[in-house]
């Protein structure tokens, strides 16, 4: 037997990344729809590669009794509105918004470094998914955590244009082209130009000066992982299509070399250890579009600190930032709560 899957947003990135991972990981489904708008019903989906085409129905009329989850990829308005609506017909809702990550009552779960929060969501019968750049992050930090405790992190971040969605993509094309031929470069999405520019802008700048992606990635590491951790972080939007990079400053609390992290990460779940001290010893994003890895590279000891570690991480933002991070939440709910047959 298999689970009755809704999928919210269905027509977006993340949300067609969603259908793409469920086909992929054959994720137990008797029955499976496609939601969106309703300027976006009737739309043809489809079902990853099986060659299945599911048309889009219409959010606001749609019923959730009967249905066992729900994947919502459409926004923080529309969770608002509909995960409790769904979550009150009995629909277990995995939300990709920001809206529920820091409700103390919604797990905010990475499977590979907290799964045991998820037995928290029969609060509200939701379950938040992290942001992009904090999921590739916690996944990297929660092995050398166990291993030696964190007590500071830095980090700078290097986001794709997918993040912000079809249209930050389509913007990079068009600017990029119109650098090419002469024509004049409008901003729409973005703030400035980002065809060959980068931006250190992402979300609405708070009181203190910090971006809200920032104080997202501060927040959230510390519900993850753990509160005592102090996180700095500076988000920067570049001009690549798919893949977020970070750079690392990690400090921890007891001594751990370069080395020993590298046998720690090669063996933790989730990671993919990439770091030859040569010529293409690393992953570059381009490398990790399409893989549900979480790439480690460039590990080495950072002597302006007792006890520093330096790292390079690049991941798929489409797949473990959103899809993919989701797909395995409905994989452990379903081995831990929702077990069918």
Partial sequence: MGYKVAVVGATGNVGREMMQVLAEREFPIDEIVALASSRSQGTEIEFG??????????????????????????????????????????????????HYRMDPDVPLIVPEVNPDAIDGYTAKNIIANPNCSTAQLVVALKPLHDAAGIKRVVVSTYQSVSGAGKEGMDELFQQSRAIFVGDPVEPSKFTKQIAFNVIPHIDVFLDDGSTKEEWKMVVETKKILDPKIKLTATCVRVPVFVGHSEAVTIEFEREITAEQAQDILREAPGIMLVDKREDEGYITPVESVGDGATYISRVREDPTVENGLNLWCVSDNL??????????????????????G
């Fill in 49 to 98: 590669d099986t060659g299945k085409m599911l048309k889009c129905k219409n959010l606001e009329h749609f019923d959730f009794t009967g249905w066992d989850i729900a994947l919502f990829s459409a926004g923080g308005a529309i969770a608002k509105e509909y995960a409790p609506k769904a979550a009150a017909a009995g629909c277990v809702v995995i939300d990709n918004s920001s």
């Fill in 319 to 340: 797949r473990k930032g959103a899809a993919l991070n989701a797909v395995q939440i409905a994989e452990l709910l379903g081995r831990r709560h929702l077990k069918k």
